[in-house]
């Protein structure tokens, strides 16, 4: 099969795993020349919570950190995730401003944009992967992978549901596809049967992401290296393992002197993690506490990702509720059966997530997100399952946009580029500054302001 290729993912989603997304570009220059050395498929720099965390409390400008990298990185692309038409935002954009993003994310530096829904809709990675490719530049599909029950199979998420996927991603031209693990809850031997038939399926190459969550990620890589996939995501020791990626070190060893062997030199990652390690201290305010595990056994049954629980476990603790953490997990999969099955991933798990602690704290759906009444409308794209009517009943009563659809959500959305330039006037100085704006339009206006010394 030759050589596996690694990505890391150190930079993104590692720090945004563990460390609630809040690693500086300060903190990582000075390890970027060692990183660009390692020999990395991608290395990933942006995207995810990257741009929401560096302007709202690391007072960044989110659209500098890949340019300042590229000064250090010459060799390795650098890689982003996109959550097609949310982008990095909340919600769903309007198709001038996916474009727009592409556009400026291509200009700063990105060079693989790995691209999925939350509800597996692929119309809505349709503007985004057809700007992707005009700017030449590698467009990653990816499918959010979910259960039915315990293991991969059941009505919904089974195994002919990721080849159709895979396949219809294919034909939208995507030049690698990826399984989208975001929970850490694809077992082991499911990986080796879901990669081998995926290889029957799809001729481009294959790209596993997967979370430790649940303890099975090393073993999961191993297998669906094994079954043959390309590529597999992992994260500098330090930043690996809890809810973050499997950590690249014990990979190289297991696969040392095989047909699959990467051929990258442990000493170079090992200064790596020796570098990070003396970051600790900055950095473990923000570790989740409320468990001495490494891992969440529990995982399987609730199914919520690394950034979900640690955002759940912050929100709780400020509320002064921490003890109702299980209860609110319990009540997320009662509320994820009756939105329709969504896979527990940005927005939806933020979606659900919110819902679930409101539905505990205050009652069932006595009080109802704006945010889930958009998704059972329709904003969001088609849900995996059916709606619960009832529950979709309560929630679009008295809802302003009327009665539920079905056509591609961006269908019903008007432009915003131009009536955001003439909203910022000269505050905004570049196209980067608009959409910052577009994409958080309370938190990106403050920014400005004190970008330019303004307030």
Not at 243 to 264: C, F, K, N, W, Y
Not at 288 to 310: C, F, K, R, W, Y
Not at 432 to 449: A, I
């Amino acid at each position: 099969m030759g050589p596996v290729k690694f990505q890391d993912n150190t930079f993104r989603d590692g720090h945004q795993s563990i460390f609630a997304t809040r690693m500086t570009t300060e903190d990582m220059i000075p390890i970027a020349e060692r990183m660009d050395e390692v020999g990395f498929w991608a290395v990933e720099v942006w995207g995810g919570a990257t741009f929401d965390t560096m302007h709202r409390f690391l007072n960044e400008d989110p659209w500098e950190r890949p340019r300042i990298l590229k000064r250090h990185m010459k060799k390795t692309p650098f890689a982003m995730l996109l959550r097609g038409q949310n982008l990095v935002g909340y919600r769903h954009y309007a198709d001038d401003v996916v474009r727009a993003f592409v556009d400026q994310a291509c200009e700063i530096g990105i060079d693989v944009f790995r691209v999925f829904d939350a509800l597996n809709d692929l119309r809505n990675l349709e503007t985004g992967a057809a700007r992707i490719r005009a700017n030449g530049k590698h467009f990653e599909g990816a499918v959010v992978y979910s259960l039915t029950e315990r293991r991969l199979g059941g009505e919904v998420f089974n195994l002919p549901y990721y080849v159709s996927k895979a396949r219809a991603l294919e034909e939208m031209g995507a030049d690698s596809i990826c399984i989208k693990d975001m929970a850490g809850i694809l077992a082991p031997y499911d990986a080796f049967t879901l990669f081998s038939e995926l290889k029957k399926a799809v001729r481009v190459p294959l790209h596993l992401h997967t979370h430790y969550t649940s303890g099975m990620a090393s073993m999961t890589c191993l297998k669906a290296v094994e079954a043959g996939v390309d590529i597999v995501d992992t994260c500098v020791a330090p930043y690996a393992m809890r809810t973050s990626m499997p950590a690249v070190e014990p990979l190289l060893l297991a696969l040392e002197g095989t047909e699959r062997d990467p051929g990258i030199e442990m000493s170079r990652i090992l200064d790596i993690g020796h570098y990070l390690e003396s970051l600790a201290p900055r950095y473990e305010k923000h570790i989740a506490s409320n468990s001495l595990s490494l891992i969440d056994e529990s995982v399987i049954a609730h199914q919520i990702p690394g950034g979900m629980t640690s955002n759940l476990v912050s929100q709780l603790r400020e509320m002064n509720a921490l003890d109702r953490l299980p209860a609110v997990q319990r009540e997320i999969q009662a509320v994820r059966r009756e939105a329709g099955m969504p896979p527990l991933v940005t927005p939806t798990s933020q979606i659900v997530g919110s819902q679930a602690v409101m539905n505990v704290m205050a009652g069932r759906y006595q009080t109802i997100s704006n945010q889930f009444r958009d998704l059972l409308f329709g904003l969001y794209g088609k849900t995996p399952a059916a709606v619960d009517p009832k529950v979709r009943e309560m929630a679009l009563r008295g809802y302003e946009k009327g009665v539920w659809i079905t056509d591609r959500p961006a269908n019903h959305l008007r432009p915003e580029m131009e009536a955001a330039r003439r909203k910022l006037g000269d505050l905004a100085r570049t196209e980067e500054d608009v959409l910052t704006y577009v994409l958080y339009p309370t938190s990106g206006e403050q920014f400005l302001k004190r970008k330019y010394g303004r307030g």
